[in-house]
């Protein structure tokens, strides 16, 4: 995946980057964003009504292979499990269609996004980093908040932690446009549903719990059978605002059943194999394409700017 060739938003990217390293630190070999994570890897297998919205090629097929990563939030490589910071949670699916051919899903555990461009989500970190937290309304980031509804619904939005990885919904925040075989095109929003069930921890439980639980969970969980998810689709109609992650639709829009991913198995080398992986928010594959959300094209250039950084460390580090 190359590089955008776009230089303000090559800038705004580093500028994002180099925010997140302000508040978090500078972690070799690690995101800057989300990254303490675990991968497992297992299949998808597509619905029956999945070919009524995609063509897409693991949509055509009767199993795809897939990894996944899940993560906390913040840069911090050991933020605790059961620090509230590290909501919202992330889940990453890659679906492997062949040697060097993938298409990803990016999602977190909070629907919806403080912000609907990548400016004004500098903005956000730059005000939350020059912050007393401890006073809010009377600091730079109170400030933003008054000056931006989306932004504070966002930070009101309850994040409780869930219970486990494998218990909790995720969303994809952008919407994307979906064409079937007969060229019908539609655009939604991943929603990504545990076959589990949700379940949540009040904030004694989650204290309770020891810095680490959300990751030994799911060590226990893989090893006495698969974690099974549902993707769907929230399908917007017509005049719904799809370029603003901002913006939720109502309730009442359709659902479509993509298909299944079952997870069977850590991904070997899981530490490295996290270093490598540079997941990719904007399709890029026949049948899904990304919407006009100025969101995508800033996040791909993030993700592979702070990618190539991660993989750079990491050859030099193995050098050494």
């Known amino acids: 995946m190359p590089l955008p060739t776009d230089e303000k938003l090559l800038a705004l990217s580093q500028n994002l980057i180099n925010q997140f390293d302000a508040i978090f630190g500078l972690h070799p070999g690690f995101r800057p964003a989300h990254a303490k994570g675990a991968m497992l890897r297992g299949t998808f297998t597509p619905s029956c ?106 930070v009101q939005t309850p994040k409780p932690a869930p219970s486990s990885f494998a218990r909790e919904t995720y969303f994809g925040v952008t919407a994307m446009k979906f064409t079937n075989k007969d060229g019908v095109s539609r655009f939604g929003r991943y929603r990504i549903v545990p076959e589990a069930g949700n379940d949540h921890l ?29 993707i769907l689709v929230q399908v917007a109609n ?16 359709a659902l479509v059943e993509l298909g299944t991913i079952e997870l069977t198995a850590a991904v070997a080398h899981d530490a490295l194999a996290q270093k490598q992986i540079i997941f990719d928010p904007i399709p890029r ?21 702070s990618g190539r950084r991660r993989r750079a460390a990491t050859a030099a580090a193995t050098a050494a």
């Open 49 to 154: 009504e999945a070919a009524s919205l995609t063509r897409a090629p693991h949509i055509r097929r009767a199993f795809t292979p897939v990894v996944v990563r899940f993560s906390n939030s913040t840069g911090l490589p050991l933020v605790p499990d059961n620090d509230p910071n590290a909501n919202p949670r992330g889940l990453a699916i890659r679906f492997q269609l062949a040697q060097h051919s993938h298409t990803d899903i990016l999602s977190h555990s909070t629907d919806g996004f403080p912000t609907r461009t990548g400016d004004e989500f500098l903005e956000f970190l730059r005000a939350l980093a020059s912050s007393d937290l401890s006073n809010i309304p009377a600091s730079p980031f109170g400030a933003f908040l008054g000056s931006h509804p989306a932004a504070l619904a966002f």
């Open 285 to 305: 594959v026949d049948g899904i394409e990304p919407s006009d959300d100025p969101l995508l094209e800033l996040r791909a250039a993030v993700y592979l700017i």
């Open 202 to 230: 009040d904030d004694a439980a989650a204290k309770a719990k020891d810095a680490n639980y959300l990751f030994g969970e799911l060590t226990e969980r893989i090893a006495t059978g698969p974690i099974r998810f549902r």
């Open 238 to 253: 017509d005049g719904d605002v799809v370029d603003d992650s901002t913006i939720h639709w109502p309730k009442d829009r």
